[in-house]
Nanobody, 121 residues
Framework: QVQLAESGGGLVQPGGSLRLSCVAS????????????MGWYRQAPGEQRELVAN??????NYVDSVKGRFTISRDNSRNALNLQMNSLKPEDTAVYYC????????????WGQGTQVTVSS
């Protein structure tokens, strides 16, 4: 059974930093990396869930609003997907979710439970 567990959210002042981590169990990131798209999404109150950043074996993508501030990476030793968030703004406030989606079988689409990020003074 595949499970994704996010952590690292919290309350931070504007301009601050947070590092989100998504630890996977039941699936090996080094083994699936060539076949999955792994990413972070966020959902603010009253808004639709939006893609923040994702990565495949060939590409890394960021939504324009976070380019230059956020960095997505994988940590094979921890079997984790990370999101380093710097220069945080109040508009970054949302619940952040990690997602692993197979490029081969659309049924293999896994989500974590989400972690709250609040940027406020």
């Amino acid at each position: 059974q595949v499970q994704l567990a996010e952590s690292g959210g919290g309350l931070v002042q504007p301009g601050g930093s947070l590092r989100l981590s998504c630890v996977a169990s039941g699936i090996s990131i080094p083994r699936i990396f060539s076949f999955y798209t792994m990413g972070w999404y966020r959902q603010a109150p009253g808004e639709q869930r939006e893609l923040v950043a994702n990565m495949t074996s060939a590409t890394v993508n960021y939504v324009d609003s976070v380019k230059g501030r956020f960095t997505i990476s994988r940590d094979n030793s921890r079997n984790a997907l990370n999101l380093q968030m710097n220069s945080l703004k109040p508009e970054d406030t949302a619940v952040y979710y990690c997602n692993f989606r197979s490029k081969i079988d659309a049924l293999n689409d896994y989500w974590g439970q989400g972690t709250q990020v609040t940027v406020s003074s």
